[in-house]
């Protein structure tokens, strides 16, 4: 961790957490630290929330201090949707949820924004 920047103390405090067997306040902790903010802003609950937020905070939105919400707990009838062979969702849903478009993203990937 401290080839990514993050101090000491920061690190002992990550690494408490890790040997109690508390992953995901390990892993908000990483995340704060790394996004440079105070501790607690954030409580990650999944991969995929890490790295909806970690968008935000790059792109100026303010991260959330939530539950994180799959994209698939968001269907109201997911058995119906598979009945009938239809796509669950747009095919977008990161967009749906952060406002930025999957072009975007790429462009940001790729250094271009």
Known sequence: MSSYGVSQTSIDSI????????C???CSRYFDVTHQLPEGTTSIQHP????????????GVKPTNGAY???????????????DNQPIGDGDDFNDETGI?????????????
């Open 15 to 22: 690494m408490t957490y890790m040997n109690g067997g508390h």
């Open 24 to 26: 995901q306040l390990a």
């Open 48 to 59: 995929n929330h890490y790295f909806e937020e970690s968008r935000k905070v790059l792109t």
């Open 69 to 83: 919400r799959s994209p698939s707990s968001q269907i109201s009838n997911p058995v119906q949707a598979s009945k």
């Open 101 to 113: 478009s999957m072009d975007d993203l790429d462009k940001m990937e790729a250094g271009a924004v």
